[in-house]
């Protein structure tokens, strides 16, 4: 069966510093992969996503990056974070050739920037 | 580009009850896929049930079942004999047909469901 694992659950960071938050995909291949963010009480925001190795479409313009240098390896970064990257960060990954696939989600990372 | 509206931001019900939640949407296209999913207070956002557009059939998954009204671009969530752990926020998501721009999903803004002794 297929499980996806993101890190770290909970990420404390001061204004300014860098950030790395990694999501990987286990038990299928070629998966579409995505990022969202959720602020407190609110919908999900999609920021990125991807459908290959090094395929990578954003959705809004940000202080934010990502990158897929593995088939099942997502990563989301900033060189320097601003206080309103804050919030609740979810990487999700669905069946990319297959048609009507739900997204399957991983259990967040709270990020609080002080 | 398609949009879902989630009109209830808050919703309540007595244990062992029914409720449903409402969401509608708008799109071009003939043939779509709809989704509900559920986030509780851990903030895992768990898949609860899926709706193909081409099937007239209303889909159900134990207690929960939708009323799928294509015509009125209606997709509402029924959850009979609520239970204490069904209290979460629901969202509707939807998708399009084709698999090309990467399966995106458009999620409503969420209801939160409050569950009563």
């Known amino acids: 069966s297929q499980t996806i694992h993101q890190w770290p659950a909970t990420l404390v960071q001061p204004v300014g510093s860098p950030l790395s938050l990694e999501c990987t995909v286990e038990g299928t291949s070629n998966p579409n992969l995505y990022w969202y963010r959720q602020a407190a009480g609110r919908g999900l925001q999609l920021l990125f996503y991807?459908?290959?190795?090094?395929?990578i479409s954003s959705e809004v313009p940000q202080n934010l990056s990502a990158s897929r240098p593995q088939d099942r390896q997502f990563i989301l970064s900033s060189k320097k974070l601003l206080l309103s990257d804050s919030g609740f960060y979810l990487c999700?990954?669905?069946?990319?050739?297959?048609?009507?696939?739900?997204?399957?989600f991983g259990d967040g990372t709270r990020l609080s920037i002080l | 580009a398609q949009t879902v509206t989630q009109s209830q931001p808050e919703m309540s019900v007595q244990e062992a009850e029914t409720v449903t939640l409402s969401c509608t949407y708008d799109?071009?296209?003939?043939?779509?896929?709809l989704f509900w999913y559920k986030q509780p207070p851990s903030r895992q956002m768990i898949l609860v049930i899926r709706q193909e557009a081409y099937k007239q059939q209303n889909a159900t998954e134990n207690r929960f079942s939708v009323n799928f009204q294509k015509a009125a671009k209606s997709f509402s969530l029924k959850i009979s004999d609520s239970q204490l752990g069904d209290a979460a926020m629901y969202f509707c998501a939807y998708r399009s047909l084709f698999t090309g721009g990467g399966n995106k999903l458009t999620f409503g803004t969420g209801t939160q469901l409050k569950v009563e002794l």
């Open positions: 999700a990954w669905s069946q990319g050739a297959v048609s009507g696939q739900p997204q399957h």
């Open positions: 991807s459908v290959g190795i090094g395929q």
């Open positions: 799109t071009s296209e003939s043939d779509y896929y």
